[in-house]
């Protein structure tokens, strides 16, 4: 999951219970908030408002929708707004109001986590653009609400907050490994990687069916003995089936080892992780298995160190992106 911390401080020259009325009727923002497609009401809550429940609807910059439920747990008037927030987003938003000399000063605090799986995977190199997404549009509410209420804004700030440490991530904690998607991510990341290695004969200019025969042969002459090496590079179902479990049970063992080390690492910390992983994994078999299975030595180049970074990096990827508790 990708967190984001922001704090956005308004400067309105407007009366304080004006300000705070016109945010707390949210019900009418999409009349002056550019974004806000629609605001539902869910559930009425209680006299005061408590437990309230509203589905908001957005459009950001780039044109995808992000749609998430927010429900009152405090409402102060005319001084706090705090809710809850389930959906593509999950956290809690608070708006704070002070009044000083004619200016009324909102402050509104969101600490959220996206759910939404792609806005994951693209976190690590799109972050900067969901930042500046929602810098824009609530500079963009800022304006609005100026307009809304005839009012001169005078000023806007925007600040994205430190993201926690996470100690428990450094002296543990009870996060249960998902022993089962940890395997399944071993296979998965194992075909990814196949893949990616035929893809690199190819550009390299290799005939990629029989360089992954030459290796369906080194592989499976772990279980069936040197002799296979001494036959062609030719399909032979008995040698496929013997590389296929050679590899899958490797792939099976690399995934729980991965799934361990990355369990409590967010998902940067993990892509990290995951691709150094994947080159240890190669010095560990095309340097260290080769003292006892020599033959592998054949396939020491760099296009199975490649395969073996995008099986540590798909793998943390997977892992992390469908089978983390916190996703």
Excluded at 98 to 124: A, F, I, K, Q
Excluded at 157 to 175: F, H, K, Q, W, Y
């Amino acid at each position: 999951m990708a967190e984001y911390r922001f704090i956005t401080s308004w400067q309105i020259e407007a009366p304080l219970q004006a300000v705070f009325d016109t945010i707390l009727d949210s019900l009418h923002w999409s009349d002056w908030w550019p974004g806000v497609q629609a605001v539902e009401q869910l559930d009425q809550g209680d006299a005061n408002g408590i437990g309230s429940l509203r589905r908001y609807t957005w459009k950001s910059l780039l044109g995808y929708g992000l749609r998430f439920d927010a429900r009152a747990v405090r409402i102060a008037p005319p001084l706090v707004l705090e809710a809850t927030v389930e959906g593509d987003l999950k956290g809690y938003g608070r708006w704070t109001f002070c009044h000083d000399r004619g200016v009324t000063t909102v402050c509104y605090e969101w600490d959220v986590h996206t759910t939404r799986h792609w806005m994951n995977w693209l976190s690590p190199v799109a972050r900067g653009v969901f930042v500046y997404n929602h810098h824009v549009l609530m500079r963009r509410g800022a304006e609005g609400l100026a307009q809304c209420l005839r009012a001169r804004l005078i000023g806007v700030s925007e600040r994205e907050l430190p993201r926690p440490a996470r100690i428990n991530s450094v002296l543990g904690d009870d996060t249960p490994v998902d022993w089962r998607a940890a395997a399944v991510t071993g296979v998965l990341a194992g075909i990814v990687a196949t893949f990616a290695q035929l893809l690199l004969w190819w550009v390299a200019s290799y005939a990629p069916v029989g360089m992954l025969l030459r290796d369906a042969h080194l592989a499976a002459a772990i279980v069936m003995g040197q002799g296979v090496l001494e036959s062609p590079a030719t399909f032979d179902w008995r040698v496929m089936t013997a590389a296929t479990v050679v590899h899958g049970i490797l792939s099976i063992a690399y995934g729980l080892l991965l799934g361990r080390m990355i369990v409590r690492l967010p998902m940067c910390a993990a892509l990290l992780a995951g691709g150094t992983f994947g080159l240890l994994l190669f010095y560990i078999n095309m340097y260290g298995f080769t003292a006892i299975f020599p033959w592998f030595s054949a396939s020491r180049d760099w296009i199975t160190a490649s395969a073996h970074l995008l099986f540590g990096l798909s793998g943390a990827l997977i892992y992390k992106s469908f089978h983390d508790p916190e996703t």
